[in-house]
């Protein structure tokens, strides 16, 4: 008979990561992560306090996915290459949108980060205070970003093409939608999250004026 593999708070963190994933962050509790592992939930408080450590430590984890920026790198390319890194987590993880921030016991991981993207940025030209706005203003352009993409209501079938097809606008009523539907949208292979570099840019290059005038 083959040995079952003890559990173990890695083991646990990974299995409620797949509840999440799949039934989001309500499914996750302790019965349904011993489901997930075939345990009864009782034998998960050997490694876990409860369902409120277990969420600390999926926030935990799903900062373990966001590359740490080195500090000494300059600070532009880093906070783009984080940037598309977090976006990405959280497109693959959706129920990290409300998890990663609110956690009144955050972890290592969750801490390391924040304290090496202050340091990078304040190795790199920027004062404790811009520091603080730089580091603000990208995560909520990420965050906001990553909730309006995974809220659009495209399907598969029904693309911004066809949504915007479907919408019928007509040129009298909403002159000026109806000119960026036919001019960007429609017939124009459109992707809404390629807007996402664009206006990171546009974030960037502000901060980067109000670091100059730092010099």
Same mark, same amino acid.
């Given at each position: 008979?083959?040995? %079952?593999?003890?559990?173990?708070?890695? *083991?646990?963190?990974?299995?409620?990561?797949?509840?999440?994933?799949?039934?989001?962050?309500?499914?996750?509790?302790?019965?349904?992560?011993?489901?997930?592992?075939?345990?009864?939930?009782?034998?998960?408080?050997?490694?876990?306090?409860?369902?409120?450590? &277990?969420?600390? &430590?999926?926030?935990?984890?799903?900062?373990?996915?966001?590359?740490?920026?080195?500090? #000494?790198?300059?600070?532009?390319?880093?906070?783009?290459?984080?940037?598309?890194?977090?976006?990405?987590?959280?497109? *693959?993880?959706?129920?990290?949108?409300?998890?990663?921030?609110? *956690?009144?016991?955050?972890?290592?991981?969750?801490?390391?980060?924040?304290?090496?993207?202050?340091?990078?940025? %304040? #190795?790199?030209?920027?004062?404790?205070?811009?520091?603080?706005?730089?580091?603000?203003?990208?995560?909520?352009?990420?965050? #906001?970003?990553?909730?309006?993409?995974?809220?659009?209501?495209?399907?598969?079938?029904?693309?911004?093409?066809?949504?915007?097809?479907?919408?019928? &606008?007509?040129?009298?009523?909403?002159?000026?939608?109806?000119?960026?539907?036919?001019?960007?949208?429609?017939?124009?292979?459109?992707?809404? #999250?390629?807007?996402?570099?664009?206006?990171?840019?546009?974030?960037?290059?502000?901060?980067?004026?109000?670091?100059?005038?730092?010099?």
């Amino acid at each position: 008979m083959a040995r %079952r593999t003890p559990l173990s708070r890695e *083991r646990i963190v990974t299995a409620a990561m797949q509840v999440a994933d799949d039934g989001g962050l309500g499914a996750v509790s302790m019965r349904n992560v011993g489901k997930e592992l075939g345990a009864e939930a009782m034998s998960l408080y050997h490694h876990v306090s409860g369902k409120e450590e &277990l969420l600390d &430590l999926l926030a935990d984890a799903a900062f373990t996915q966001i590359p740490l920026p080195e500090i #000494g790198a300059p600070w532009r390319a880093a906070m783009t290459s984080r940037a598309h890194a977090m976006r990405a987590v959280l497109k *693959r993880h959706s129920w990290a949108l409300t998890l990663l921030e609110s *956690r009144a016991n955050p972890g290592e991981a969750v801490m390391r980060h924040h304290d090496r993207v202050l340091g990078l940025l %304040r #190795g790199d030209g920027f004062d404790l205070v811009l520091a603080a706005h730089a580091y603000s203003a990208l995560d909520a352009y990420i965050y #906001g970003f990553v909730l309006t993409e995974l809220s659009l209501p495209f399907t598969p079938d029904t693309g911004p093409e066809e949504f915007a097809e479907g919408l019928e &606008l007509t040129a009298s009523e909403y002159p000026h939608l109806a000119e960026m539907l036919e001019q960007m949208v429609v017939g124009h292979d459109y992707d809404y #999250g390629d807007e996402f570099g664009y206006g990171l840019d546009l974030v960037l290059d502000q901060l980067e004026q109000r670091r100059a005038a730092l010099a």
